[in-house]
């Protein structure tokens, strides 16, 4: 079974720090995404990455970057949190074509 | 046009009630379809697939009419459990990457 870790459930920044969420997995899978999800607007892509050191712009990259060193870790960074930054973000790996994604648990992010 | 369009509910159906919710895509060219499931404050979960041919898993019917670009989730003798976020997700061929994007999702609120 595919196991996805996000390090944090939960965490509350303020306004201007850098903030790491780090995202494991343990299926050898090639594609990682990094999402936010809010209320109205559905989960929006933000970052994906298909290899080591490979990464593309989703929907909504503007105040993130991403970094995959290795395979089975994929980080997003929010280089100066903002409040419209609070959100429910969501990591996700995808093994062969067409097959489903698998999520990790959520990370509440609340920046104020 | 979204991409993936989904009547956000609530359907609020009574305990043994038959609930069935659509979803509309506007590419032609996806490939693949899901179901996923969402409890409150919780992450996606996979419900099942959707094969062109249609099919059934217990008392969830999933069916694809690509014709008129839609897929659709029938749950009969509906249980309070059932109560969730049903998120529909397509994924498509872009530009030699599969991009995955998802409804917002039709909430459904089942009573006794």
């Known amino acids: 079974d595919v196991k996805v870790t996000q390090s944090s459930r939960y965490l509350v920044k303020r306004t201007g720090e850098k903030v790491f969420l780090e995202c494991v997995q343990d299926m050898d899978h090639e594609n990682m995404f990094w999402y936010r999800q809010d209320p109205g607007l559905g989960l929006r892509l933000i970052y994906f990455?298909?290899?080591?050191?490979?990464?593309e712009k989703g929907d909504i990259p503007e105040g993130y970057s991403v970094s995959r060193e290795k395979k089975e870790r994929f980080s997003l960074i929010l280089e100066s949190a903002s409040t419209n930054q609070t959100s429910m973000y969501l990591c996700?790996?995808?093994?062969?074509?067409?097959?489903?994604?698998?999520f990790g648990n959520g990370t509440r992010l609340t920046v104020t | 046009r979204k991409e993936v369009e989904q009547d956000p509910g609530p359907f609020n159906v009574p305990e043994g009630a038959t609930v069935a919710f659509n979803c509309t895509y506007s590419n032609s060219a996806s490939q693949s379809f899901f179901w996923y499931r969402q409890d409150c404050r919780k992450e996606p979960k996979l419900l099942m697939s959707?094969?062109?041919s249609g099919n059934e898993d217990g008392r969830f019917t999933a069916q694809l009419n690509r014709a008129s670009q839609y897929i659709s989730l029938l749950i009969r003798d509906s249980k309070l459990s059932d109560s969730a976020t049903y998120l529909c997700v397509v994924l498509t061929m872009n530009t030699g990457f599969q991009k995955l994007v998802f409804g917002t999702g039709t909430r459904l609120l089942v009573s006794p």
């Open positions: 996700a790996t995808l093994g062969q074509l067409n097959s489903p994604l698998h």
């Open positions: 990455s298909y290899d080591v050191k490979m990464k």
């Open positions: 959707v094969y062109s």
